[in-house]
C-alpha cells in the first residue's frame, strides 16, 4: 500500500544532526553580527557612560512585535520571544549589564518578572521593600526597578501606588506574568513531605490541590516563597511552594509543577525608570489625577473624566487611594490606551488637566508584550 510505514524511507540520522550542526553554525555566527551591530549603534551614540544610556524600552517591544508577527513557527511565540529576549539582552550587556532593581528576596516571582523582561544578561538586585527599589533607582544605584501593580485574584498593591504620590520615577514598561506554581523540595518523593512553607498567598492559590493530593501535610506561612524554599533548602521533611525559579537559586528539586488551582491567575508588575519613553506604536499611558478643589456633588468623577470620552479614548483601569494631603480627599491612577504625547491622547490629557488640582503622566511605555 503507497504511503505505508513499510514503505517510507528510514531517515538519516546522521545526515539530519550534519544539518542541525550547519544551522548552528550560522545561528551563531547571526548573533556575533548583531553583537558587533549593537557595539556600533554604542560607538554611533558616543561615550554615554553606562548601559541605561543605550536601552530603548520603546525599540525593543517593536522589536518583539515584529518576532510575534513573522513567527510561522513550529515554535511557539512565547519560545521565540525569549530567545530573542536573551539575545537582545546579552547584546546590550557587552557594554555593560543594566542594574535592575527588583523587590526580593531572591526566588520570588518578582525576580522572574525581571528575568522575562530584561533576559538573564542583567545584573538582578534584590532590595527589602517597595519602598527601596524606588529609592535605589531615583539616587542612581539601580537603572531600573520592577515592582508587582496588581493580582489578577488579589487586586491592586496599594503600597507601589502610593509611591508615585510622592517619587519622581516614570513607568517604563509592564510585565505579564502567568503565576505558575511549583511544589519543590529535597526529598525523592510526596510520601516523604511533612510539611509545606511557603507565602499564604500561594497556599491559599494552592489549597484545593494539596487537599486533594497532601491532605496530611502541615501548611506554614511565610514571609515569602523564597523564605519557604530557604527553609526547604535547610530541613528535612519540609518542601516548598514557588516559582521555577526558586528551585535554581535554592537547589530544590521541582517535585510537581503547576500545584496552582487557576491556570489563568497572572500577575502585573512595572517597570519603573527615570526618563519618559517615546511612542513605541503599541502603548499605554497611566496618569495620576485628582478632581477639582471647588468640584463637589455627584457627577464629579464623570465630569472629570469626561475628556476621555470625548476624544474616543479608552480607559482601562481606575484605582482609587488616599491622597494624604487631607482627609477624605482622594486621587485616582487611570490607565488609558495611547500614548500621552500622540493624538487623540494628548488633546484629552490637556483637557483632562484643566479640571484637575493634580495631574501628573505617570508613563507612557509599551503594552506588555509576550
Known amino acids: 500500500m503507497a504511503g505505508s510505514g513499510k514503505d517510507r524511507k528510514p531517515l538519516d540520522l546522521k545526515e539530519i544532526r550534519k544539518r542541525i550542526n550547519d544551522v548552528d553554525v550560522r545561528i551563531q555566527a547571526l548573533i556575533n553580527e548583531r553583537a558587533t551591530i549593537a557595539q556600533q549603534v554604542g560607538v554611533a551614540k558616543g561615550d554615554l557612560g553606562s548601559a541605561v544610556d543605550y536601552y530603548r524600552p520603546e525599540r525593543e517591544a517593536e522589536v518583539l512585535r515584529s518576532v510575534i508577527e513573522r513567527n510561522d513557527g513550529p515554535m511557539r511565540d512565547e519560545e521565540m520571544l525569549r530567545l530573542f529576549r536573551e539575545i537582545m539582552s546579552a547584546c546590550l550587556a557587552q557594554q555593560e549589564p543594566l542594574k535592575i532593581g527588583f523587590l526580593g528576596p531572591e526566588g520570588t516571582f518578582t525576580q522572574t518578572a525581571v528575568y522575562k523582561h530584561f533576559g538573564h544578561s542583567v545584573r538582578a538586585l534584590p532590595f527589602h521593600s517597595i519602598d527601596e527599589v524606588f529609592q535605589e533607582v531615583e539616587c542612581g544605584a539601580a ?43 529535597k526529598m525523592q518523593g510526596l510520601d516523604k513531605i511533612e510539611r509545606i512553607c511557603a507565602h499564604e498567598q500561594s497556599l491559599a492559590q494552592c489549597r484545593g490541590w494539596l487537599r486533594e493530593y497532601l491532605p496530611h501535610v502541615e501548611l506554614i506561612g511565610m514571609s515569602s516563597n523564597a523564605a519557604g524554599a530557604r527553609r526547604a533548602r535547610d530541613e528535612d521533611g519540609t518542601a516548598a511552594i514557588g516559582p521555577e525559579v526558586a528551585a535554581d537559586v535554592y537547589e530544590l528539586k521541582v517535585l510537581v509543577n503547576n500545584v496552582e488551582d487557576r491556570p489563568d491567575n497572572a500577575t502585573r508588575f512595572l517597570v519603573v525608570g527615570r526618563n519618559l519613553l517615546a511612542a513605541s506604536g503599541d502603548d499605554k499611558t497611566t496618569i495620576l489625577v485628582s478632581t477639582s478643589d471647588t468640584a463637589s456633588g455627584a457627577g464629579v468623577l464623570h465630569h472629570l473624566l469626561q475628556p476621555l470620552a470625548d476624544q474616543g479614548v479608552s480607559m482601562t483601569r481606575i484605582e482609587s487611594r488616599p491622597s494624604q494631603r487631607r482627609k477624605w480627599d482622594y486621587v485616582f491612577f487611570i490607565d488609558i490606551e495611547g500614548h500621552a504625547e500622540e493624538a487623540p491622547v494628548s488633546t484629552a490629557l490637556e483637557n483632562l488637566e484643566k479640571n484637575s488640582s493634580l495631574f501628573r503622566v505617570l508613563g507612557a511605555y509599551p503594552k506588555a508584550v509576550g
Not at 515592582?147 to 510622592?166: H, K, Q, Y
Request: hydrophobic content about 40%; overall charge negative; glycine content about 10%.
Open 143 to 185: 537603572d531600573f526597578g520592577v515592582v508587582p501593580i496588581e493580582n489578577s485574584t488579589e487586586g491592586a498593591v496599594n503600597n507601589t501606588l502610593d509611591m508615585f504620590l510622592t517619587s519622581p520615577l516614570k513607568i517604563s514598561g509592564e510585565i505579564e506574568l502567568k503565576i505558575e506554581q511549583h511544589l519543590m523540595g
